[in-house]
C-alpha cells in the first residue's frame, strides 16, 4: 500500500467509527419502536419481529397528539419571535453606532451562560399568579429569553458579512435606515435569518426543564415532558415501545434538517463561536 | 447618512421646539448630527424589544427567587409563610445533600467537558483534515447535537437496561448500571458526552480555521513534527476558542438536568444540583428551600464564569463585536 492510499483508509476508519457511535443509539431508539411488545426484553439489537403497534398506540392517545401540537405550535411561535427580535437587535449591533451597545452584548452573553433551574422556581410561582402556569405563552416566554442570545449572536455574524455599501447606496437612493433594513438588508439576510430559525428551534424543541416545571396538563405539555407520563397497558409494563415510538417522531424533524440544512447548521454553530 | 435633509415630522421629539431655538441646542451637544442622533435612537429602538425579553424574563425572577429564598414558604402549608433571613442557607448549606450533589454535578460536568475537549479536538481535525467523507461525518455528528436529550436519555437508559438492552448484556449477568451510585454516574457522563461533543468539536473547528495554513507549511518545512505543530502552533493560536469552548461546555454541564432525570431521575445519589432544586420544588413542594438552591446555583455558575474569565483570561464572547 501507498502512503496516500494508507492515509486513506486511516481516515475513512476513523469517520467509519465517529458515524457509528452518533449514529447507533439513535438506531437502538428506532428499532425498540419497531419491536413487538412481546419482544422488547428481547436485548436484540435489530427487531426480531417488526410491527408499527407502537406508532398506533401513541397516535390513538391525546395525551401524545396533543403534546405534539403543543411542542410544535410553541416551537414556531418562540422561534419567529425570537428570529424577529434577534434580527433588530442584531442589525443594531452589526451596523449601527450608539451608546449602550456594549452593554447590550454583555447583558446578551450573562444570559446565554444563565442556569435555567435557577428561574424554575420564581417562574413557577410568578406564572400561577399571572395565570400564566401551564399556558403556551408560559414557556414561548422563557424560550424566547433564552434562545435569543443565540439568536443574537448568530444573525450579528451573518449581518457582519452583508456589504454595507448596499444599504448606503439605498440611503442615498432616498431610503430610510428602517427601509434599508426591511428593502434592502432583510433579503439579503435571509439564509442567516433561517439558520438562525433551525438553530432556535431545535433549542425550544429540545427544552424538558421548563416543559416539565411549567407545565401540569395536555394544555401545554410539549412532547419531552409528556413521554416522562407515558404509562404502560398494566402497572408492571414499563411503555419502552411508546416512548421509543415517540422518540422516534420527535426526532424526525431533527433528522429532516440534519439532512437538508447541514452546511447551514455547521455554518450557523461555528460562525457564532468565533466572531460573537 | 441619511435625515440630514428635510426633519421628519415628530421625528426627534424637538416638535414644539421653534426652528430658531435648533442652533443653541446644537451648541449645547455639538458632535451629534441628525444623522447619528436618527442612528442611535433607531439602535436603541431595534435592541429595546430583545432587551426587555431577556432583562424581563431572567432579572427580576432573580430578584424574586432571593426574596423567596428569605421565606419560609411551604406550599403545602402557605399560611406558615415567614421571614426567616437566612434560614434556609444555612439549611441547605448544612445539609449533606446538597453537598453530594454539588460534589456530583462537578464531577460530571469535569470529567465530560475533560473527555469532549479531547474527542472534540479529534473530530474538529478530522473534520478540517479528512481526504475522504468529511460531509458524511458532519452529518453524523450533527445528529446528537440536535437529537432531543430525552430521548437520547431514554435510548441509554434501555441500552443499559438489564434484559433489554444491547449494552447491558456486555455486561456479567446480574449487573444494573443504573441502580448503582457509580456505574450510574459514568452512564450519566456517557450519555452527556455523546450529546455534546459535537457542539464542542464544531467550536473547536471554527477555532481551527483562525490558524493559517501557511505558519503549518513553514513548520513543516523547517522540520517540526506533526505533534510539536498541534501544540505550538495550533493550540497556542486556537487558545480564545478553545477557552469560550470550555467556559461555554462546563456551564452547561454544570446545569446537568434532563440527563439525569431519565437516568436515574436522582436515586443512589445520582441528583445534580438542578435536579436537587427540582425536587425540593415539585416534591417536596418547599418554594422558600427551592428557591435557595435556584440562588446558590446562580452564584456556583457566576463563579465558575468569573473563574473563567479572570483566571484564564477567556475573552467573553461579543468583545469583538463591541469592537467593531
Known amino acids: ?276 | 447618512m441619511s435625515g440630514t435633509a428635510a426633519p421628519r415630522p415628530g421625528a426627534a421629539g424637538v416638535l414644539e421646539a421653534p426652528p430658531e431655538v435648533r442652533p443653541q441646542r446644537r451648541r449645547a451637544r455639538p458632535p451629534l448630527s441628525e444623522g447619528a442622533r436618527a442612528e442611535r435612537r433607531l439602535g436603541w429602538l431595534l435592541c429595546a424589544p430583545a432587551v426587555v425579553v431577556m432583562v424581563a424574563v431572567t432579572a427580576y425572577p432573580v430578584g424574586y427567587a432571593v426574596y423567596l429564598s428569605l421565606q419560609r414558604y411551604d406550599l403545602r402549608f402557605p399560611g406558615a409563610k415567614k421571614f426567616t433571613g437566612m434560614a434556609n442557607y444555612a439549611t441547605v448549606l448544612g445539609n449533606g445533600l446538597w453537598w453530594t450533589a454539588f460534589g456530583i454535578t462537578l464531577f460530571i460536568a469535569v470529567v465530560s467537558v475533560a473527555i469532549e475537549f479531547a474527542l472534540g479536538m479529534g473530530l474538529a481535525l478530522i473534520m478540517r483534515r479528512a481526504l475522504v467523507g468529511r460531509g458524511a461525518v458532519r452529518t453524523a455528528i450533527l445528529v446528537p447535537y440536535g437529537i432531543v436529550t430525552v430521548v437520547a436519555a431514554y435510548s441509554w437508559q434501555y441500552a443499559w437496561t438489564p434484559n433489554t438492552g444491547y449494552l447491558a448484556n456486555l455486561l456479567p449477568s446480574g449487573s444494573a448500571p443504573l441502580t448503582q451510585q457509580w456505574p450510574a454516574v459514568f452512564v450519566i457522563i456517557l450519555a452527556e458526552i455523546w450529546k455534546t461533543t459535537p457542539f464542542m468539536a464544531l467550536l473547536l473547528l471554527a477555532g481551527l480555521s483562525l490558524v493559517p495554513e501557511e505558519l503549518l507549511q513553514a513548520a513543516k518545512v523547517d522540520g517540526a513534527t506533526a505533534w510539536q505543530r498541534f501544540t505550538m502552533i495550533t493550540l497556542p493560536l486556537m487558545k480564545p476558542a478553545i477557552l469560550v469552548a470550555l467556559l461555554f461546555r462546563t456551564l452547561d454541564a454544570f446545569r446537568i438536568f434532563d440527563n439525569i432525570f431519565i437516568l436515574t431521575a436522582g436515586a443512589n445519589d445520582t441528583r445534580s444540583v438542578s435536579i436537587l432544586g427540582y425536587d425540593n420544588l415539585f416534591t417536596a413542594l418547599n418554594l422558600g428551600i427551592g428557591s435557595t438552591i435556584s440562588v446558590l446555583i446562580f452564584i456556583a455558575v457566576a463563579i465558575i464564569a468569573f473563574i473563567f474569565i479572570r483566571g484564564f483570561g477567556t475573552a467573553a464572547p461579543g468583545q469583538e463585536v463591541a469592537r467593531q
Open chain 1, 1 to 276: 500500500m501507498t502512503t496516500a492510499t494508507r492515509q486513506k483508509s486511516l481516515w475513512a476508519i476513523g469517520n467509519t467509527v465517529v458515524i457509528v457511535v452518533a449514529i447507533v443509539p439513535v438506531l437502538w431508539i428506532a428499532s425498540l419502536s419497531f419491536k413487538d411488545p412481546s419482544t422488547i426484553t428481547d436485548a436484540t439489537f435489530f427487531p426480531r419481529k417488526w410491527t408499527l403497534v407502537n406508532y398506533r398506540g401513541i397516535f390513538d392517545t391525546s395525551l401524545f397528539t396533543r403534546a405534539l401540537v403543543n411542542s410544535v405550535g410553541i416551537a414556531l411561535i418562540a422561534t419567529f419571535l425570537s428570529v424577529v427580535l434577534g434580527s433588530m437587535a442584531a442589525y443594531a449591533i452589526a451596523r449601527l453606532r450608539f451608546p449602550g451597545k456594549g452593554l447590550l452584548i454583555g447583558t446578551t452573553l450573562l444570559i446565554a451562560m444563565f442556569p435555567a433551574i435557577s428561574l424554575v422556581s420564581p417562574l413557577f410561582n410568578l406564572w400561577r399568579q399571572l395565570g400564566l402556569f401551564d399556558t403556551w405563552p408560559g414557556l414561548i416566554i422563557p424560550y424566547l429569553t433564552f434562545s435569543l442570545p443565540l439568536g443574537i449572536y448568530t444573525l450579528s455574524a451573518f449581518f457582519r458579512e452583508i456589504p454595507w455599501d448596499l444599504e448606503k447606496a439605498a440611503q442615498v437612493d432616498g431610503a430610510t435606515p428602517f427601509q434599508a433594513f426591511t428593502r434592502v438588508i432583510a433579503p439579503l439576510a435571509a439564509p442567516g435569518m433561517v439558520t438562525t430559525a433551525i438553530l432556535v428551534f431545535i433549542f425550544c424543541w429540545n427544552d424538558f426543564v421548563f416543559a416539565i416545571s411549567l407545565t401540569s396538563t395536555n394544555a401545554s405539555r410539549t412532547v419531552p415532558a409528556a413521554i416522562a407520563f407515558f404509562s404502560g397497558a398494566s402497572q408492571f409494563e414499563t411503555p419502552v415501545g411508546s416512548i421509543a415510538a415517540a422518540g422516534v417522531v420527535i426526532t424526525i424533524p431533527i433528522i429532516i434538517f440534519v439532512f437538508f440544512f447541514q452546511r447551514r447548521i455547521v455554518a450557523g454553530l461555528t460562525s457564532g463561536a468565533v466572531k460573537g
